[in-house]
């Protein structure tokens, strides 16, 4: 018999698939009982019968039950779960698309706004979440960016998604400037990286205290604040802004010191 933690498992995996919890419940007592009726079930489950064939019939069409008409009703056979992998190369194959067509939207909304839309704007973000797509946005810089480094992402985020962000810098070819107050950047902390274009130069505290990430790019000025009791960031668009930020950021990157990655 499964233990309840192992069907909770299974559960939660479903639901993360889109399937309600109720659906999910019918299928994991279908998996258990083996062939059943629609009665069997909203005994053995406490849902009505109406509602057990509303989620019999959604099973159906996610391949997970197969229904048999007998002389007497019709008797429900549980699937395997492996039949889902239709449905997860269809979903793979709609996320692509959206992918995308998403530049596509953007230009679109851009022009939709037409010439009285806004020349500045901010954007807040908050949470995990949040921060994850205020990175993720920075991989977008056309060429290069900038950054007042508090700590590597490594330090901030998860570890694969840091990861994925360096990959992503290095497939775009961006070249980066990093202002820490570190004095030595371990290779472990900052793989995968390019020498030629991954930079780092240290600034005393004394000088510049670095306490608060700042990233800038294209038209961009980000303001990061991992701390636990806050996370949230502010993306500000708006060219004067990051010109200004560009300026002070580069006089203080000629007089910093130049960091090798060991």
Same mark, same amino acid.
């Given at each position: ?19 309600? =919890? ?12 083996? =062939?059943?009726?629609?009665? *069997? ?37 549980? *699937? ?37 839309? =806004? ?126 930020? *560009? ?16």
């Amino acid at each position: 018999m499964s233990s309840p933690e192992q069907l909770k498992v299974v559960q939660n995996y479903l639901q993360g698939l889109g399937i309600e =919890p109720d659906t999910s419940s019918v299928y994991l007592e279908l998996l258990q009982l083996g =062939p059943s009726s629609a009665l *069997q079930l909203a005994k053995a489950t406490g849902i009505s019968r109406t509602q057990i064939y509303r989620h019999l019939e959604s099973l159906e069409q996610q391949g997970l039950v197969d229904a048999e008409q007998l002389s007497y009703g019709t008797l429900f056979r549980s *699937q395997p779960l492996e039949n889902l992998e239709g449905l997860l190369a269809a979903r793979e194959a709609e996320t692509a698309a959206l992918k995308r067509d998403l530049s596509g939207m953007t230009e679109l909304l851009q022009q939709l706004a037409g010439a009285s839309g =806004p020349k500045a704007t901010t954007q807040h973000y908050y949470g995990l979440a949040g921060l994850k797509q205020v990175n993720w946005n920075l991989t977008k810089a056309d060429t290069e960016f900038r950054v007042f480094e508090a700590a590597h992402l490594s330090q901030h985020l998860d570890k694969t998604f840091a990861r994925r962000c360096r990959e992503r810098y290095l497939e775009r070819k961006l070249t980066s400037y990093d202002l820490t107050n570190e004095t030595t950047i371990a290779a472990k902390s900052v793989e995968p990286f390019d020498r030629a274009r991954n930079l780092y130069r240290h600034v005393d505290p004394e000088i510049l205290t670095i306490n608060f990430e700042v990233y800038i790019y294209n038209e961009v000025v980000t303001l990061i604040d991992y701390s636990q009791t806050q996370q949230l960031a502010l993306e500000i668009h708006h060219p004067a802004l990051k010109t200004l930020m *560009q300026q002070l950021f580069d006089t203080v990157w000629a007089t910093a010191e130049p960091l090798e990655i060991a």
